[in-house]
């Protein structure tokens, strides 16, 4: 699976994007869809995860009721719908896939990533 993630952009606080993450041959049915990002001078953290099959999802308690993910298995997309957009939110996005459940929040658990995208959310 390749991924190619797009959408990113830069944003006044309060405001929103919607970032899409396109994958080239389809996921599988066992597939776990997840969004990272990765601030400057911070690791790599974990922001949304859903189900590629049965669309159940997960998020960081920081962006819980913010940020919504969702897939579109006919146009083999997961997309991530970002709300009230804090200047914290800042960070290159990462989309990536693996096999198994939406419990996996972790980066190493994961075995394909796309290439970024930026948000910039201004104060």
């Known amino acids: 699976v390749q991924l190619q993630a797009s959408g990113g952009g830069l944003v006044q606080a309060g405001g929103s994007l919607r970032l899409s993450c396109a994958a080239s041959?389809?996921?599988?049915?066992?597939?776990?869809m997840g969004w990272f990002r990765q601030a400057p001078g911070k690791e790599r953290e974990f922001v949304a995860v859903?189900?590629?099959?049965?669309?159940?999802?997960n998020y960081a308690d920081s962006v819980k009721g913010r940020f919504t993910i969702s897939r579109d298995t006919a146009k083999n997309t997961v997309n991530l719908q970002m709300n009230s957009l804090k200047p914290e939110d800042t960070a290159v996005y990462f989309c990536a896939a693996r096999r198994g459940g939406t419990a996996a929040i972790y980066g190493n658990q994961y075995d394909f990533w796309g290439q970024g995208t930026q948000v910039t959310v201004s104060s």
């Open positions: 859903i189900g590629w099959y049965g669309g159940a999802s």
């Open positions: 041959g389809r996921p599988g049915r066992d597939y776990t």
